[in-house]
């Protein structure tokens, strides 16, 4: 926004679009006014804007306003406890002699948004929980914008081919708050539509058959893992191990996870009073690397699998689809992320397989330069992803 239009939103009572706070003691009622004016209820198109350091009156708060706070604010946007991620930027700004910072965010095109599991909307100039008619509406609107790959239906899918018994266990107590499940209103269907692993008519998303599917690779032939041991350094040495891992995304990353786990050596490190165990790799680098993958990579467009490559002096990951939404040479670094699979990314959250959004890849680093390995490699060749993790030298 414009200093004009600053100007004059600070001069407006709170509306559908504006919202004040004096500080930013509670960051819980800073998420859902991120999560209410994403939703968009009244369907405005306009940026809604939350002004930090400005009471009700409009007067100045005359906060601190220090790095430490705005890293604070800026990390809401992918701590994982709203979701989907909204679009929003964080800026300090001056007025009058005043110094506040304003949080700007735009409408999602994929509603509805929840934090920790309660979708919240603007009604006038105060902020409510949505109703199960409120939801129906964000769903609706959903279908007339541009979905992601991993929104769009699976024609011939029914909600049948999808795993109901994981749904009401596992996936809805991490996805939606207890509260809201409570509320009887909702039937199973309507979850799954809220949660754009269906659409309204019942028909499974590639989102929901990647995360609660029966039998996925059915429906998405390139939606497995293929892992690859070889005795030496390129892939003409005889082979160690080979599998395929299919099923559900969440079954596949817990059975690679396992399989790494298995082939990866340990050694007691007797050279401190305390012996530690010492990986040959650092499962926790490899775990998030293939989790980023998984993530990240693209669904459609071909039956190419992720592999996962362990020569004698490296483990490779190569994953279908190039850099997404942020510059190759920002691809990595803590805090640049853009979603290729939403959805996917929402469903791995609720079932605990991500806890922050854009870190994978930095965590790894830090173990990796923490356990000695040489630094991570990590480029883009035509339309694929490639990781590759070193042995010590």
Request: proline share 6%; glycine share 8%.
């Amino acid at each position: 926004m414009g200093q004009e239009e600053i100007r004059q939103r600070l001069a407006q009572i709170e509306d559908p679009q504006t919202e004040r706070k004096e500080a930013a003691s509670d960051l819980d009622r800073i998420r859902e006014a991120v999560c209410a004016f994403a939703n968009d209820i009244d369907a405005s198109g306009r940026v809604g804007v939350i002004f930090i350091g400005i009471r009700d009156d409009g007067s100045c708060a005359n906060i601190a306003i220090d790095d430490s706070l705005l890293q604070k604010l800026s990390q809401l946007r992918l701590d994982g406890k709203i979701q989907p991620i909204p679009t929003m930027f964080v800026h300090i700004s001056e007025v009058d002699g005043c110094r506040f910072i304003h949080i700007e965010v735009s409408p999602s095109d994929i509603p509805p948004v929840r934090v920790n599991g309660v979708c919240w909307i603007r009604s006038g100039s105060s902020r409510a929980r949505a109703t199960p008619q409120d939801e129906r509406i964000l769903i609706e609107r959903r279908r007339a914008r541009h979905p992601s790959f991993d929104s769009e239906p699976i024609n011939g899918a029914s909600i049948t081919d999808l795993d109901e018994a994981r749904f009401l266990q596992e996936y809805l107590p991490g996805a939606i708050s207890s509260s809201t499940r409570k509320e009887n209103e909702r039937s199973m269907e309507h979850q799954l539509a809220s949660l754009r692993l269906s659409t309204p008519e019942g028909i499974p998303t590639v989102g929901g058959v990647l995360l609660l599917g029966l039998d996925v690779r059915f429906w998405i032939p390139g939606a497995y893992i293929q892992f690859i041991r070889v005795q030496g350094n390129n892939l003409t040495t005889p082979i160690v191990d080979q599998r395929e891992l299919s099923g559900s995304v969440p079954d596949q990353l817990r059975a690679i996870e396992a399989l790494v786990s298995l082939h990866n050596h340990q050694a007691l490190s007797m050279s401190t009073e305390v012996h530690d165990i010492i990986e040959e790799y650092p499962i926790e680098a490899l775990r998030q690397l293939i989790r980023n993958g998984v993530l990240h990579r693209r669904y459609d467009g071909g039956n190419a699998p992720l592999r996962v490559t362990w020569f004698s002096d490296r483990i490779e990951i190569i994953s279908p689809g190039g850099a997404f939404g942020i510059p190759p040479e920002r691809f990595g670094e803590a805090g640049y992320t853009s979603y290729r699979n939403p959805v996917l990314a929402e469903g791995l959250k609720a079932l605990g397989f991500v806890e922050r959004f854009g870190f994978g890849i930095q965590i790894a680093k830090e173990v990796l330069k923490r356990q000695h390995h040489p630094p991570l490699e990590l480029r883009f060749q035509g339309d694929f992803a490639f990781v590759c993790v070193r042995r010590p030298l």
